[in-house]
């Protein structure tokens, strides 16, 4: 499956933004869609997680309550909206897709796109 994230950009604390994550190829094996993030000299990290099937969802600590995970299927799109940004969450942001639910190591993702930017400016 390949996948490609759009959608960030540079947004002042307290912002929001929509990332979008379109897959094409061969996502009827695709169980979980996830989104990642890696800042500057940290290891990507886990955010939100999606059920194609079920639209199951769970998050990380630090996106609940201000992230939300959705998707549309006839679009074959996921979406991480991202409310109350806040400095800390500048980072490359990569979406993956994985064969089962509830993971959350880069290992659980076998397929990942090329991850876009989100700045947040204090």
């Known amino acids: 499956v390949q996948l490609q994230a759009s959608g960030g950009g540079l947004v002042q604390a307290g912002g929001s933004l929509r990332l979008s994550c379109t897959t094409s190829?061969?996502?009827?094996?695709?169980?979980?869609m996830g989104w990642f993030r890696q800042a500057p000299g940290k290891e990507r990290e886990f955010v939100a997680a999606?059920?194609?099937?079920?639209?199951?969802?769970y998050y990380a600590d630090p996106a609940k309550g201000r992230f939300t995970i959705s998707k549309d299927n006839a679009e074959n799109t996921v979406y991480l909206q991202m409310n109350s940004l806040k400095p800390e969450d500048t980072a490359v942001y990569y979406c993956?897709?994985?064969?089962?639910?509830?993971?959350?190591?880069?290992?659980?993702?076998?397929?990942w796109g090329q991850g876009t930017q989100v700045t947040v400016s204090s």
């Open positions: 190829g061969r996502t009827g094996s695709t169980y979980t």
């Open positions: 999606i059920s194609w099937s079920t639209g199951m969802t």
């Open positions: 993956a897709a994985g064969r089962w639910y509830g993971g959350t190591k880069t290992s659980d993702f076998a397929s």
